[in-house]
């Protein structure tokens, strides 16, 4: 053998010192960290859970209806109300804010409900699927409704809470907006979920438990979602804690998870039977042969927009036991996101928190906000003069808009305004060099557009009668705006009004979404005194903000 090939060669004293070496490193290092356990302890303890504000705006038996205070200035128009599950509890949900759903959706300019059910007593044991979805969901969305002036409200369903959400939309369509759907059980036939192995009835019979409990021991339902994983769930994740004991925020981390995994709840006995029967082992949900309350729970009634937002890696809802159930519901608009985590990493993990959430609370606004009067123009603007009229309600603060105008040549113009018709309509007309008016009639919204060849009339048609009443009021709004000269503003003259219209600000509803500066330049005034003239040509024209 050449001598570069050889075995290093080591006597027996050279291994025993290396020895030594290795096992006084261990055990100082070990040492250290004996030190720091007292800490960290007081570090666990401290660790805080559920922290975003919130109140009490409904209660029925053991449920509490909360609602969350705005963290911005403006809220969205229609509500989101969280159906949690009925095991644990639902501060997963706002686990601390950097990992918190709650804050994600509120940060986003969102009016966030959640249902929290808290523990079932004795006298629960008999309540039922009708109960939990044709009394308690049904009471906390009219309510959600009445303190919003809604008709309908996004509702977003974790789990189990997911399932029930299904069924209460199906029962209830005309009362849900959009639907999101969290790591939801919906679809049982050889998904490879675990609980769909142990709830098969050739192995497992809820109702032993019941009978034998009442309502299920929460501790009953801890002991076997620990089981699903007894390695993770016992060893390794107390060797990824002492090997992080110098992290504090770790430890506190660590801390809540697990304060949140041993805060198990029991849940009422009936309805966990009928759950087990009736959606895991005779698959009836999905089927469409599910009845609760002697009522047919038709899935094809489910017409709304559908979210659903599944991980990859849940082994307790694995995505082929959710994303099936698209193919039966009644709407077109049926939108999956898979991301790479488990069941509990959607609601905590850093990664859904800067990846997922953020694109969720968008979908959510994106099928909230009904048409603006600048879709309805643009409709009519794009069959006059062949212009692309784009609106987008993401882009901006919470009561504005983006406007992109163009054609086969490419961008025409784009600006973020507010959603206040006297803006959109002097936008569009700005841009496009016409004069643009609107009139309701029954076949639709006529949509006058003249240019310097004439005046071509669009209507649009299939408007929803709560967009036909926006529309007619913005247009009364923009008629009663156009009836104003500039000389009708308080404060300015007909020496000053020649100077406007030579700079192109010609009427009221002009003056009022003007910048001071541009005002005062125009009619070489102060910029307090174009300001004056701006806040009295809005009076005129009602609510408008540049």
């Known amino acids: 053998m050449p001598t570069d090939q050889r075995p290093e060669l080591r006597f027996p004293f050279d291994i025993l010192l ?48 909360l609602r969350y205070e705005s963290l911005t200035e403006h809220q969205h128009r229609v509500p989101i109300l969280i159906v949690y599950a009925l095991i644990n509890r639902p501060y997963i949900l706002d686990l601390q804010p950097d990992r918190s759903i709650v804050r994600r959706l509120l940060e986003a300019g969102h009016d966030v409900y959640l249902i929290d059910w808290h523990e079932p007593s004795e006298l629960d044991t008999s309540l039922s699927l009708h109960d939990y979805v044709n009394r308690y969901i049904r009471n906390c969305v009219d309510e959600v409704c009445e303190r919003s002036s809604q008709d309908a409200i996004n509702v977003l369903g974790y789990c189990m809470g997911g399932t029930m959400s299904v069924m209460y939309a199906a029962l209830y369509p005309e009362k ?59 060893v390794t994740k107390y060797a990824h804690l002492y090997d992080r004991l110098e992290n504090e925020d770790f430890v506190r981390n660590f801390a809540r998870m697990e304060q949140w995994l041993s805060d198990s709840v029991d849940v009422a006995g009936e309805v966990y039977a009928q759950f087990l029967e009736d959606i895991y082992q005779d698959n009836r ?19 709304m927009p559908l979210l659903q937002i599944l991980g990859d890696y849940d082994n307790l809802v694995p995505p082929e036991a959710s994303k099936p159930f698209n193919d039966v519901v009644g709407t077109d608009d049926a939108t999956t996101i898979e991301y790479p985590s488990g ?13 997922l959430w953020p694109e969720v609370a968008e979908w959510f606004l994106e099928h909230s906000e009904r048409p603006t009067l600048a879709d309805v123009i643009g409709d009519g603007i794009e069959e006059t003069l062949g212009v692309d009229v784009e609106t987008d309600v993401t882009v901006g603060d919470v009561d504005e808009v983006e406007v992109v105008l163009a054609d086969d040549d490419g961008e025409i113009a784009r600006e973020v305004i ?42 649009v048609k299939d408007i929803g009668e709560a967009i036909r009443t926006e529309v ?38 002009e003056l009022a979404v003007a910048d001071d500066a541009r005002v005062a330049e ?10 004056t003239w701006i806040n009295r040509a809005r009076e005129l024209v009602g609510p408008t903000e540049k």
Do not use: C
Not at 348 to 355: C, E, I, L
């Open 18 to 65: 290396s020895s030594q070496r290795t096992v006084l490193q261990t055990a100082t290092e070990g040492l250290h960290k004996t030190t720091l356990v007292p800490n960290r302890l007081e570090d666990a303890a401290s660790a805080d859970v559920g922290q975003t504000p919130s109140e009490v705006v409904y209660t029925e038996n053991k449920l509490e209806l």
């Open 418 to 459: 507010t959603r206040d018709p006297t803006a959109i309509e002097t936008f569009l007309e700005d841009a496009l060099g016409v004069e643009i008016g609107l009139d309701t009639g029954p076949e639709g919204i006529a949509v006058e557009v003249e240019t310097d060849e004439g005046v071509v009339t669009t209507v």
């Open 522 to 531: 125009a009619a070489e005034a102060t910029e307090e005194l174009a300001g």
């Open 472 to 509: 007619e009021e913005a247009a009364e709004e923009v008629a009663i705006a156009g009836s104003y000269d500039l000389e009708d503003v308080n404060g300015i003259g007909a020496t000053y009004a020649k100077r406007l219209r030579a700079a192109g600000i010609e009427s009221v509803p």
């Open 285 to 303: 949900l999905y089927e469409n042969e599910l009845t609760i309350g002697g009522e047919h729970v038709d899935v094809t009634n489910i017409d």
């Open 176 to 234: 849900v907006n959009a639907l999101g759907l969290m790591a939801t059980g919906l679809y049982f036939d050889d998904t490879g979920g675990i609980l769909e192995l142990w709830g098969d009835e050739k192995h497992y019979d809820p109702r032993s438990v019941t009978e034998t409990f009442g309502n299920v021991p929460g501790e009953f339902l801890a002991a076997g979602f620990d089981q699903m994983d007894p390695v993770a769930n016992n």
């Open 343 to 355: 069941h509990v990493g959607l609601a905590m993990s850093n990664g859904a928190h800067r990846d």
